[in-house]
Nanobody, 114 residues
Framework: QVQLVESGGGLVQAGGSLRLSCAAS????????MGWYRQAPGKQRELVAT???????SYADSLKGRFTVSRDNAKNTVYLQMNSLKPDDTAVYYC???WGPGYWGQGTQVTVSS
């Protein structure tokens, strides 16, 4: 069974931090690039960060320095550490496996209050 389950979202004040987790089925995690995306109300879904199986990372230019993506291959889990959060970071955050056709999690809401 293919599964991606995000957790760790919530309400945080501006300047605060959150750590998102995404637990994936082994079949769509191993040897696969994983990504974090987000979608704010009324906006298109956008790339936040990706990480290859070997640990190479890439980020949206606007988020470099505040967000860090990592993964634990033994736990089939990818993380997104978000620091210095801003109200503009408010969105539903999605985890994606880039294996095959691509698989999405259900999303986790992050709300940053001013």
């Amino acid at each position: 069974q293919v599964q991606l389950v995000e957790s760790g979202g919530g309400l945080v004040q501006a300047g605060g931090s959150l750590r998102l987790s995404c637990a994936a089925s082994r079949s769509i995690f191993a040897y696969t690039t994983m990504g974090w995306y987000r979608q704010a109300p009324g906006k298109q879904r956008e790339l936040v960060a990706t990480i290859t199986f070997a640990g190479s990372t890439s980020y949206a230019d606007s988020l470099k320095g505040r967000f860090t993506v990592s993964r634990d291959n033994a736990k089939n889990t990818v993380y997104l550490q978000m620091n210095s959060l801003k109200p503009d970071d408010t969105a539903v955050y999605y985890c994606k496996s880039h294996w095959g056709p691509g698989y999405w999690g259900q999303g986790t809401q992050v709300t940053v209050s001013s």
